[in-house]
């Protein structure tokens, strides 16, 4: 079993930047491919950025594209997402997402991860 815990959200305004983190206990994230997702009010979840397991892959919603930077620290079992130049239509609340042992390709679909953070708000002002 493994339990994520996000943190780093906040306000920030408009082309500000915040890096999410994202916690792993109980088990090592270094096998598992992970991934970061979002949903805004009225909204259904979806996928921003993903990483395989072994790193050498990652994928990006067209939203975010150059603007975001998924990474992980194996040895700190974390993963982080950096958010540069941020909009307004980036707030929502943001998730961490693991799962998969040794995951070749990302996944972009919620349900191919079975463990989950609770979540950390992102309100950017314009």
């Known amino acids: 079993q493994v339990q994520l815990v996000e943190s780093g959200g906040g306000l920030v305004q408009a082309g500000g930047s915040l890096r999410l983190a994202c916690a792993a206990s109980g088990r090592t994230l270094s096998s598992s491919g992970v991934g970061w997702f979002r949903q805004a009010p009225g909204k259904e979840r979806e996928f921003v950025a993903g990483m395989t397991w072994s790193g050498d892959r990652t994928s990006y919603a067209d939203s975010v594209k150059g603007r975001f930077t998924i990474s992980r620290d194996n040895v700190k079992n974390t993963v982080y997402l950096q958010m540069n130049s941020l909009k307004s239509e980036d707030t929502a609340v943001y998730y961490c997402?693991?799962?998969?042992?040794?995951?070749?390709?990302?996944?972009?679909?919620?349900?191919?991860?079975?463990?989950w953070g609770q979540g950390t708000q992102v309100t950017v002002s314009s």
């Open positions: 997402a693991a799962g998969g042992v040794r995951r070749t390709v990302v996944r972009l679909n919620p349900n191919d991860y079975p463990y």
